[in-house]
């Protein structure tokens, strides 16, 4: 069989003309935003016309990945087609790539194999421009703060606690810790400053929980950007930046309406990371598609102890959502990871090692049905190398818990090797319970919240509050703002706070070293571990590898 990338796949396919995708949905050429044949944007506004169904809405999630990322995405895409083939009016929505990932490790997010959302190399490369319009709203806001400071400072900023940075969408170690505003007193004040990659920006995070344009606006003045002086905190609304940042948001906060590789219309909006943000795609998007599907299916950042967790506690509570079913993907290969094999030798049988690894994937699953009292299926994402010996192991092991398995194979066979994993779901929405409970109660304290999170989610003893974040989470409570939910910043490869902590640890803590205030996201951030806002490109980037011919062909994307 020859073998073929995910490029050259998305390259070969037919597209549909995206105005027919829109007929599937009801939807005529007048209610869409063309950008092209094969991408439009939907106005927000479609969403209070009358007649909406009300879709079953699966969640995909996962165990603790290896760098090079589990199939997630892939198996998202995959079962929307499957579901497809079965005869139910399907919609899948997803994040937006980065531009970070693409141009360092992973080379490309819109699945893989014959389960894409395509055209796959304009939703990889800048797509409709949402990102950057997200990162010129929050540069906005950047430039607003010290031009406020150079005409006077009439809100009297202490020019040494400013907390607002500036951000682009690329991994640039480099620009994590900078002075700026030096050359002389006409080219502003000097002072410590920094860059997050946009994903990781407040300006994303609110504009993916926002309901509409009106929500949006306010999230963003309510902002804080900093410190006075005299220690009361500055919002973006006293800097009248926000109507400015909203109206730079305006068209980007339309979701983004493409297609998979077998005609299953897909919103594609939005995308913070969920190791450091809420890791899901715009609340927008997912609640259009539940306007116009049956069954929606979307997908969360990394594992379920990230992305699932933030999923569950902070975007159902903020969109009034719950998923009807949830679909944790498990690979052969990072149960192999999980058990300590290391990443080039994940190829190998090796059923001791993936012995070991499975309490990871058992973990997620309790998470999943003992905590948040969802019923889930285990989607095992096939790859090429895996041996039957290892499938029939996992198999085994799940059976003797009774969790449900389906094997995975939308890589090679797109929906239809997903029909199984498919008649799972369809048969868990119908019979199973849906008894869903939060992870923590809002009321409870913000020290309190994070140490439900840490003990029930991660199977952490405890937590340890470093004296600056106990300080933080007292001025944060003091502001008024003890009752939000609570988005853990941590390494996605653990349970842990440490990254080479693998399997199922026991008997450890996790530390949070500082806690802020995300005022606009309605979140407070507790930051861990050695996570960064700004991540750096690897040894040999992904970026390496990309390029462009004479008649404008990409390759290298994966």
Not at 124 to 140: E, M, Q, R, S
Not at 328 to 357: C, F, H, P, Q, S
Request: net charge negative; aromatic share 6%; hydrophobic share 40%.
């Amino acid at each position: 069989m020859e073998f073929k990338s995910d490029i050259e796949i998305a390259q070969e396919a037919v597209a549909l003309d995206i105005r027919k995708i829109a007929e599937k949905m009801g939807l005529t050429e007048d209610d869409l935003e063309l950008y092209g044949k094969y991408k439009a944007k939907l106005d927000y506004n479609l969403l209070k016309q009358p007649g909406g169904k009300k879709a079953k809405l699966i969640l995909t999630t996962a165990i603790n990945p290896t760098p090079a990322g589990e199939g997630k995405t892939t198996t998202t895409i995959g079962l929307a087609d499957a579901l497809s083939k079965l005869g139910k009016n399907t919609m899948v929505a997803l994040r937006e790539p980065s531009l970070g990932p693409v141009f360092g490790v992973k080379g490309g997010a819109a699945g893989g194999g014959y389960a894409q959302v395509i055209p796959m190399e304009d939703i990889n490369l800048h797509f409709t421009g949402d990102f950057h319009a997200i990162g010129a709203a929050n540069n906005l806001l950047a430039a607003l703060i010290d031009n406020h400071i150079q005409q006077g400072n009439a809100l009297d900023i202490d020019t040494r606690r400013i907390t607002w940075k500036r951000c682009m969408d690329m991994n640039d170690r480099q620009l994590r810790f900078i002075t700026d505003g030096l050359g002389g007193k006409a080219n502003g004040t000097p002072r410590e400053d920094g860059f997050d990659i946009t994903v990781a920006s407040e300006v994303m995070a609110a504009f993916c929980l926002a309901n509409d344009i009106s929500d949006l606006r306010e999230r963003l003045g309510k902002i804080i950007i900093g410190y006075s002086r005299s220690d009361k905190p500055v919002t973006a609304s006293e800097l009248n930046a926000n109507g400015a940042m909203a109206a730079l948001l305006k068209d980007a906060l339309k979701p983004n309406l493409v297609q998979t590789l077998e005609g299953t219309p897909a919103f594609v909006h939005g995308g913070p990371f969920a190791n450091i943000a809420h890791g899901c795609n715009s609340v927008i998007a997912t609640k259009m598609a539940m306007h116009f599907a049956d069954y929606v299916v979307t997908e969360a950042g990394f594992g379920a102890d990230l992305g699932a967790e933030k999923f569950l506690d902070i975007k159902c509570r903020m969109a009034g959502i719950k998923p009807d079913a949830v679909v944790i993907v498990a690979t052969v290969r990072a149960l192999k990871y999980n058990g300590g094999v290391k990443k080039d030798d994940l190829g190998t049988e090796n059923l001791e090692a993936l012995e070991k690894g499975l309490p990871n994937l058992l973990k997620h699953v309790e998470n999943i049905t003992q905590v948040f009292k969802l019923p889930a299926v285990v989607a095992i994402n096939r790859f090429p190398l895996d041996t039957e010996a290892e499938l029939d192991l996992i198999r085994s092991r799940c059976k003797d818990l009774g969790v449900n398995v389906a094997l995975s194979e939308v890589w090679s066979g797109g929906g239809a090797g997903g029909k199984e994993l498919a008649q799972n779901v369809l048969d868990l929405i119908e019979n199973g319970t849906k008894d869903f409970e939060y992870a923590y109660d809002l009321k409870m304290s913000i020290k309190d919240k994070i140490n439900a999170i840490a003990t029930k989610i991660y199977g952490a003893d405890g937590v340890d509050f470093l004296p600056l974040a106990l300080k933080q989470i007292q001025e944060i409570e003091d502001l008024g703002f003890s009752d939000v939910p609570i988005c853990m910043a941590k390494t996605q490869y653990s349970l842990t706070d440490d990254q080479t902590k693998l399997g199922r640890p026991v008997g450890f803590r996790i530390t949070v070293k500082n806690v802020k205030i995300s005022a606009g996201a309605g979140f407070a951030v507790a930051m861990t571990g050695d996570i960064m806002t700004m991540p750096g490109l690897p040894k040999v980037p992904a970026a390496n590898r990309i390029d462009v011919d004479e008649n404008g062909k990409i390759s290298g994307l994966f």
